[in-house]
């Protein structure tokens, strides 16, 4: 499903990624494990066209995305959430949902089944008017979640998803993605420095260093 080929990646004059190649095939979940500065957040951020390649490519489903704009990859299936959950603080739990909705879905009584739908699979029911400012880290973590699934992605792309969660949160939080992905058979790129995500995940771990 989703491929890269020898990208190499800068940030501004500092050379990141030197000739990254990875895969994550249909129905896998796979665990890209670093020490902080090694480039996991980097090659997330490569592939979702926020720092443009220097060099490489970057394959879903054999359509080269790398010369792309952040936008049309995320058209084409490419769904994120990012490490700080990405919530709008202005807007209600339910209007951070909504904005994921695939075009679609249209009238405003089927809207809101499917955000109510994706607030029980969170169990969040009741949450919708719900001001982001007055959940957990746990809820905001779900709602960023169903709202990426929500557009109904082909790849899923996870940076640091369960970082700053307690260990029971955390625990409870990777069951709830991990489900997630199997029940969806959704491709899933998981970035973490936490050896027991990548083991928790039960796919296969890459492991990124700095040369």
């Known amino acids: 499903m989703l491929e890269l080929k020898a990208i190499d990646t800068y940030r501004g004059p500092a050379h990141i990624l030197y000739g990254v190649s990875l895969h994550v095939d249909k129905q896998e979940v796979v665990c890209l494990v670093g020490r902080n500065g090694a480039g996991k957040t980097t090659t997330i951020e490569s592939i979702m066209g926020f720092l443009p390649l220097r060099s490489?490519?970057?394959?879903?489903?054999?359509?080269?995305?790398?010369?792309?704009?952040?936008?049309?990859?995320?058209?084409?299936?490419?769904?994120?959430?990012?490490?700080?959950?990405?919530?709008?603080?202005?807007?209600?739990?339910?209007?951070?949902?909504a904005f994921a909705l695939p075009a679609r879905v249209r009238g405003r009584s089927q809207r809101r089944a499917r955000i109510e739908q994706a607030l029980a699979e969170a169990d969040l029911s009741g949450f919708a008017d719900r001001d982001p400012?007055?959940?957990?880290?746990?809820?905001?973590?779900?709602?960023?979640?169903?709202?990426?699934?929500?557009?109904?992605?082909?790849?899923?792309?996870?940076?640091?998803?369960?970082?700053?969660?307690?260990?029971?949160?955390?625990h409870d939080f990777r069951r709830f993605v991990f489900e997630h992905a199997a029940d969806r058979g959704l491709p899933t790129l998981l970035v973490t420095h936490d050896a027991t995500d990548a083991q928790a995940a039960g796919g296969r771990v890459i492991g990124l260093a700095r040369p």
């Open 133 to 170: 400012a007055t959940l957990s880290g746990g809820q905001r973590a779900r709602v960023a979640l169903m709202r990426t699934l929500l557009s109904e992605p082909h790849v899923l792309l996870l940076d640091e998803p369960f970082n700053k969660l307690d260990a029971q949160l955390r």
């Open 56 to 97: 490489g490519q970057i394959l879903l489903d054999d359509e080269d995305l790398a010369r792309l704009p952040p936008h049309e990859r995320a058209k084409r299936g490419i769904g994120f959430s990012p490490e700080d959950c990405g919530v709008f603080p202005e807007l209600s739990v339910g209007d951070n949902l």
